[in-house]
Structures are given as C-alpha cells and as structure tokens.
T-cell receptor
Framework: AQSVTQPDIHITVSEGASLELRCNYS??????LFWYVQSPGQGLQLLLK??????LVQGIKGFEAEFKRSQSSFNLRKPSVHWSDAAEYFC???????????FGAGTTVTVRA | ETGVTQSPTHLIKTRGQQVTLRCSSQ?????VSWYQQALGQGPQFIFQ???????GRGNFPPRFSGLQFPNYSSELNVNALELDDSALYLC????????????FGPGTRLTVT
C-alpha cells in the first residue's frame, strides 16, 4: 500500500529565509508525486508534480521539489519565503495505474516578520 | 475556464440524518474524486467516478455513496450520519481516471451534531 510521511508537523520560518519541507513516500512502483498547498478554510492548490524525467521540478509561486528515488523522498523548497506562504502543505503520491491520491498528514508553515 | 465548484459551502446536520454534497468538475474533465479531510489531517480518498462509473473506492463504509452525471458533475451522499463524519469534504476533478493531476474545489464543511 502506498503511503506518505511528512516528518515535520509545524515549521516556523522568517520572511525572506529559505524553506524546506520533507516528504518520504512508500510505493512499490514508479510514483507520481505532488505537492499541494491549503490556506485556512480553503481547498487544495497544486504547487507542482513529478511524473518522470528531470528529478528537479519547478512549480508555481517560486517552489521547487527534488525527487530522490534512493531516499524515497520528494522534498519541497523555496529560496525566499513571503508572508503569504503561511499555509498547510501536503505531499501526495499516486501511481501510473492508480486512481487515488494518498496524502501525508501535512506540514503547517508559519512565517514570522 | 471554470474551476471546480462545490455546494453548499457549510452545513450542519444531526446524527442519523442524510446529506448530499455536490460538485461541478472543471471544464473538460471527466473524472471526479471525493476526499474527506478531518480536522488536522490530510485528505482521505473516498471514491472516484470516471465517465459515470465508480472507478475505485477507499476504506469508507457503504453509507458513503456517490453519483456522476452525464455532464460529469457529481454527488456525494452520506446516510446515517455519525459525529465522526464531521469534516471538510473535497471534490477533485481530473482528465482521465488514473494517475492524472487532480484539481480541487474549495470543499464543503460538514458539521454533525
């Protein structure tokens, strides 16, 4: 069964500082990997996705993520955080022949001035 | 191009009642997936509909049922509501039934008292 672990429940970062959110997945075949962001009371917005090819993927809002098969990881990064990046971030995995997304428990990001 | 819409935004029901939640998929998408997000957790997959047929189901009891219509909009029905059904219900649409990126609506917040 596929699963996702986000080890950090809550991260606080200063505005302008870099951010890295960790994601580890378990999946028997080649995974499709996603990062979503959720603002309070809102639905999920897709930040970026990895299906195949270049292991460093660029997304919206200045985010990027790197797929490392050897570590079963898909960590999300942003070089300089803005106050508007405060939100809940979810990593998710699916398979090429799968129909569902399996989500991690999420990481809450707080941005301090 | 319109995004995924859901109705109602919020509702309150009493234990034992029945509820219907509605979702309109993004233009051009033929697949709708439903997720339940309890407070402080990641979304959990309920089921998916692809071209009006159920295409997969998560670990939810039969009192959770759904429909997809010819215009690809969808309904989620929950019978015999329990207190633990209180959650944010998210609908996501995609093109194709497997492994495709899913776009989420804003969700319906259900409170069961």
């Amino acid at each position: 069964a596929q699963s996702v672990t986000q080890p950090d429940i809550h991260i606080t970062v200063s505005e302008g500082a870099s951010l890295e959110l960790r994601c580890n997945y378990s999946y028997g075949a080649t995974p499709y990997l996603f990062w979503y962001v959720q603002s309070p009371g809102q639905g999920l917005q897709l930040l970026l996705k990895y299906f195949s090819g270049d292991t460093l993927v660029q997304g919206i809002k200045g985010f990027e993520a790197e797929f490392k098969r050897s570590q079963s990881s898909f960590n999300l990064r942003k070089p300089s955080v803005h106050w508007s990046d405060a939100a809940e971030y979810f990593c998710a995995v699916a398979g090429a022949n799968d129909y569902k997304l399996s989500f991690g428990a999420g990481t809450t990001v707080t941005v301090r001035a | 191009e319109t995004g995924v819409t859901q109705s109602p935004t919020h509702l309150i029901k009493t234990r034992g009642q029945q509820v219907t939640l509605r979702c309109s998929s993004q233009s051009g998408h033929n697949t709708v997936s439903w997720y339940q997000q309890a407070l402080g957790q990641g979304p959990q997959f309920i089921f998916q509909y692809y071209r009006e047929e159920e295409n997969g189901r998560g670990n939810f009891p039969p009192r959770f049922s759904g429909l997809q219509f010819p215009n690809y909009s969808s309904e989620l029905n929950v019978n015999a509501l329990e207190l633990d059904d209180s959650a944010l219900y998210l609908c996501a649409s995609s093109l194709g039934g497997e492994g495709y990126e899913q776009y989420f609506g804003p969700g319906t917040r259900l409170t069961v008292t």
